[in-house]
């Protein structure tokens, strides 16, 4: 257990479905991300928060669309989907976004998503 | 911007010695990272090199050589747990997108 939860686990959905993606950390920490980890590619970051506030938008389109309601709650929510969104997402929170020992994130254990 | 490259696959044997390497090429370096995941689990934390030399953690060491732009994870006495991915990240001092994977190195231990 690494303190941060993710649910649900596993999500099949079609491409005019709308869903959403929800995380949760019991660390205390002040910043959030969301992560999407494909086969094969590098873990590409999709968002991150700091203290609520959104600090980075990495070109992600717009069919994903995050919510930070408070600093120990994150969520992606999914709409209108393509097939190449199947992917494992992944939510990780830290201390701080500066460098530094602070900053190591902690991951939640993913949400698999199949888009149909 | 950032590239790591670290193998894809490594295999060992139980009780064996393994080392994963990783070179970077990044801008506005800070340190480096090394993450496990298991299949279907979450990437979890093992270490972290902001200066140059060896890290000690148990049985799994991290080293980093700024001058060359490289790192490796050692991981010693291998167990069968083991087996998983080993991701390498660097951490840049450049913005709020400051850790950045590599694809990961699928590590089977075999008896």
């Known amino acids: 257990e690494t303190g941060v939860t993710q649910t649900p686990r596993h999500l099949v959905m079609g491409m005019t479905n709308k869903k959403s993606l929800k995380c949760e950390q019991h660390?205390?920490?002040?910043?959030m991300y969301w992560y999407k980890q494909s086969a094969k590619k590098p873990l590409e970051l999709m968002f991150v928060y700091s203290l609520e506030e959104r600090v980075e938008n990495n070109s992600v389109p717009s069919r994903f669309s995050p919510e930070c309601p408070n600093s120990s709650h994150l969520f992606l929510h999914l709409h209108t989907l393509q097939p190449e969104d199947s992917a494992l997402y992944l939510c990780?929170?830290?201390?701080?976004?500066?460098?530094?020992?602070?900053?190591?994130?902690?991951f939640g254990p993913g949400t698999r998503l199949t888009v149909l | 911007g950032q590239s790591l490259e670290q193998p894809s696959e490594v295999t060992a044997v139980e009780g064996a010695i393994v080392q994963i390497n990783c070179t970077y090429q990044t801008s506005g370096f800070y340190g480096l990272s090394w993450y496990q995941q298991h299949d279907g689990g979450a990437p979890t934390f093992l270490s972290y090199n902001g200066l140059d030399g060896l890290e000690e953690t148990g049985r799994f060491s991290s080293f980093l050589s700024r001058s060359d732009s490289y790192g490796y994870l050692l991981l010693q006495e291998l167990q069968m747990k083991d087996s998983a991915s080993y991701f390498c990240?660097?951490?840049?001092?450049?913005?709020?997108?400051?850790?950045?994977f590599g694809t990961g190195t699928r590590l089977t231990v075999i008896p």
């Open positions: 660390l205390g920490h002040n910043a």
């Open positions: 990780a929170s830290s201390q701080a976004l500066a460098g530094g020992p602070t900053d190591t994130q902690y």
């Open positions: 990240a660097v951490r840049v001092l450049t913005g709020a997108n400051n850790l950045f």
